[in-house]
């Protein structure tokens, strides 16, 4: 009876943790039109967090290329879209694509890929002038993308 017990246990902690398997950046699967359908968490982001990720520089920072009105956040930039809104112009699988990496859904844009591993084009390590000495990790977490993802749903026209 106790080794059934055990695998059971065994076998619903395994269950659990595939159900939430994150999805690595070099996995993650667009749609012809940039869009990433799939959770890379299977976890439900916090858009608190998210707006967190969006206003903070050594995070998302978001907010040094686009106006975000909902953020509390000094010296918004204007090279990028207003994000007021952007609920009501793309979808959640649309936003999660233009978060992890833009240049599938827009492809002269500057926004940097916010998960992403690589490859790159000539990575270097930080304002040295060096190339980068291993892998470069993705700006963001899958977390940290899907929380970005909450927050930018709320965004609606008022």
Request: aromatic share 6%.
């Amino acid at each position: 009876m106790k080794r059934h017990v055990a695998w059971a246990c065994l076998a619903a902690t395994f269950a659990a943790s595939a159900a939430t398997a994150e999805i690595a950046p070099m996995d993650v699967k667009f749609t012809d039109t940039g869009a990433v359908t799939e959770s890379l968490t299977g976890q439900p982001g916090d858009s608190t967090k998210g707006a967190e990720v969006a206003a903070t520089k050594s995070m998302g920072n978001c907010v040094a290329c686009h106006v975000v009105s909902a953020l509390d956040a000094p010296f918004q930039g204007n090279v990028g879209p207003e994000l007021n809104g952007a609920a009501d112009r793309w979808d959640e699988a649309q936003l999660r694509g233009i978060v992890v990496n833009a240049k599938h859904t827009f492809e002269g844009t500057v926004m940097p890929a916010m998960y992403k591993t690589g490859p790159f084009v000539r990575p270097g390590d930080a304002y040295t002038g060096k190339a980068a000495p291993a892998d470069l990790p993705p700006i963001l977490t899958a977390q940290q993308v899907e929380d970005v993802v909450a927050f930018l749903m709320t965004l609606k026209e008022e």
